[in-house]
């Protein structure tokens, strides 16, 4: 997929507050300082649509962009920060909880880590809700530029055994580095695959509990 136009539309507090959901809507999520921003400027061909910055937390609100006038690219919050306060970390974790939870046209959610460092017990935690809420992602392994080739491939074969216990489907994986733009074509690829067969929205935990 081609990136031709990406505009930056709306931050939002809450999921009732995002634009209609009339387009099918790809968010990115990580813990904190785990690159996240970056690879959203790297895939969307821009350097500052998506704030970055060294300290971590920078992402704060619900970030939609509009994308070829056809889908929407969501940066979401990162979880894990420890220094922020325990107000903020409820509140963060809530609305990002209800955003996936709720938003019906949430076609696929992908996840980052940080390829150098084993899966966390916050990533796992986080990675079982999502199947436990019957929610579509896939992995993104983030930094592959700070380690050598032979390392992406142990550190990725770890993950793939790690993560395998916890989903019952096969999941998908994509290297990437926004340094040096490893795994954009592939990123892009996926997100055009999962644009092509978006039909309707889905049926959230809301639909579910009426």
């Not at 949430?106 to 916050?122: E, N, S, T």
């Not at 998908?172 to 490893?182: E, L, R, W």
């Amino acid at each position: 997929m081609h990136i031709q136009e990406a505009i930056f539309v709306t931050s939002s507090a809450t999921y009732k507050k995002c634009p209609p959901a009339d387009k099918a809507e790809i968010a990115f999520i990580g813990r904190s300082n785990v690159g996240k921003s970056s690879l959203v400027n790297m895939i969307l061909g821009q350097k500052k649509l998506a704030k970055t910055s060294a300290r971590p937390g920078k992402t704060q609100l619900i970030n939609h962009f509009l994308v070829n006038q056809k889908y929407y690219l969501v940066d979401l919050p990162g979880y894990g920060w420890a220094q922020a306060s325990k107000t903020q970390r409820i509140g963060w974790n809530k609305m990002v909880n209800q955003y996936l939870l709720y938003r019906e046209n949430l076609a696929c959610l992908f996840v980052l880590l940080d390829i150098r460092l084993p899966p966390q017990k916050i990533d796992l935690l986080f990675i079982n809700f999502l199947i436990d809420n019957d929610i579509t992602f896939a992995i993104v392994l983030t930094k592959a530029d700070k380690i050598s080739k032979q390392q992406v491939v142990n550190q990725l074969a770890t993950f793939k055994r790690r993560l395998a216990p916890s989903s019952k489907k096969t999941l998908n994986y994509v290297v990437t580095s926004s340094k040096n733009q490893a795994g954009k074509i592939e990123t892009l690829n996926c997100i055009g695959q999962i644009v092509a067969d978006y039909q309707q929205p889905r049926i959230t935990a809301l639909n579910r509990e009426l």
